[in-house]
Structure formats: structure tokens, C-alpha cells
């Protein structure tokens, strides 16, 4: 079971995220591979050289379908996510919590036809990790930003880790919502602490998302043994 789907598992009943049994994606140790910056991995794809900043956690989010490459041979690491993509890889992060979509009540009114992305969409909903706008619009077609992402992010781990005693104490400086969430990303290991990592309005790219991920996975993983 993958460290975040461990998370979520291990917080029942805290108010945080449920999720029972089900197939979970196995961590970034379980996948053989080692923290971020780590290792001397071949590059995995031939758009993801050995020396890519982000190659072990491309190969960590293929290898577990957290975020899967596009073709056999090419990840697309810079690419951008869209809102409903993001969604997509944090549901898969979480290890795929089933969704019954036939007892739900339409919320919104532009989800789409895809069924991966409505379940993610919706569970994240439920969770009060992802909000429509006045016209009860997710707008899953959107490119996802750094704040968009860390928002998401930081509404699933943070309450599932402090229902089992896992806490960060964030910048007490940073203020508003978004800023908050990626200090306590930052302070708990799971995003840089430097400049370009509070950039919340630029669009996050696939390389991006899975080292975001990734370091999620091994942050929590550590975290709960």
C-alpha cells in the first residue's frame, strides 16, 4: 500500500479521508526506487533523460499508474495538467477509493464523460479537496496551477495525517489559503521551500505533478513507519 493510501486508510473515523480495502499503488520504496535526487536510474522514457531532475519520479508514477505515461516510449514531462487530470493522479495517489456514480446526485455541469475523472472529481468533492464555481463548474479542462495542485494536495494529507499524529507546524507568515497550503507542503518535505515552489499561478506540468507525488508518497511513507 502506497504511503498516502495508507494515510487515508489509517484516519478513519478522524475526519479526514475513508477509504477501505481496495488495490493501492505501492510506494516510492516498495517500486524500488529511492528518494528524489537519489540514485542513478536510466532514463525511463526517451523524453526523460537519466539526468532529468524529475526521472525517478516519472518512473515511480508510471511503474505504480499514479500518472502513467501517454505512449510506450514517451511520458510527455512537460506537458501541462489539467484540473481534471490533477484530480485523476491525487484519486490514483489515494489508491483508487471506489466512487458509486449510479447513488450521486449530478453536482456539477461540466464533468465530462470519463469515468476515472468523474469518480475523481466527485470523491475529491467529498472530501473538500475540489469546489465548482457559481455556475457549478470544476472546469476539469483547465490547465491545473501550482496553487490549484497544492490546495488539492494539502485538503487530502494534511487532516488524514493529523488524525494518526502526523502534523507539520507551516510558515506562520504565509497568508491566505493557497500560500498556507504550500508552506505546509514545504514544511513538511513534500515541495520546495525555494522561490519558484510558491509560483501558485503557473501551470503544473506532468513531470511536475509526479514529483509532487512522488515526494508525497515518500514523505507519508516515512512518515507512518
Known amino acids: 500500500m502506497g504511503g498516502a493510501a495508507a494515510a487515508v486508510s489509517g484516519a478513519v473515523g478522524a475526519g479526514a479521508l475513508l477509504r477501505v480495502g481496495g488495490p493501492a499503488a505501492p510506494s516510492a520504496a516498495s517500486a524500488g526506487s529511492s528518494a528524489p535526487g537519489g540514485g542513478s536510474l536510466p532514463g525511463p522514457f526517451e523524453d526523460v533523460t537519466a539526468d532529468h531532475p524529475g526521472a525517478e519520479a516519472i518512473r515511480w508514477a508510471d511503474d505504480t499508474g499514479v500518472q502513467p505515461a501517454l505512449t510506450a516510449t514517451g511520458y510527455s514531462p512537460d506537458a501541462v495538467v489539467t484540473r481534471g487530470e490533477a484530480a485523476v493522479a491525487l484519486h490514483r495517489l489515494a489508491g483508487t477509493p471506489p466512487v458509486d456514480l449510479g447513488d450521486l446526485p449530478v453536482l456539477f455541469t461540466d464533468l ?114
Open 112 to 225: 465530462g464523460e470519463d469515468p476515472a475523472q468523474v469518480s475523481a472529481v466527485l470523491w475529491l468533492h467529498g472530501r473538500g479537496a475540489l469546489w465548482g464555481d457559481a455556475e457549478l463548474r470544476v472546469r476539469p479542462d483547465e490547465p491545473a496551477t501550482g496553487e490549484c495542485t497544492a490546495m488539492m494536495l494539502t485538503a487530502l494529507l494534511r487532516p488524514a495525517l493529523a488524525g494518526v499524529g502526523v502534523t507539520w507546524d507551516a510558515a506562520a507568515e504565509a497568508p491566505g489559503s493557497a500560500l498556507a497550503d504550500i508552506a505546509w507542503l514545504e514544511a513538511a518535505g513534500m515541495a520546495s521551500s525555494e522561490p519558484a515552489g510558491r509560483a501558485g499561478d503557473v501551470a503544473v506540468t506532468r513531470a511536475d505533478l509526479a514529483v509532487s507525488l512522488y515526494r508525497a508518497d515518500a514523505v507519508v511513507t516515512s512518515a507512518l513507519s
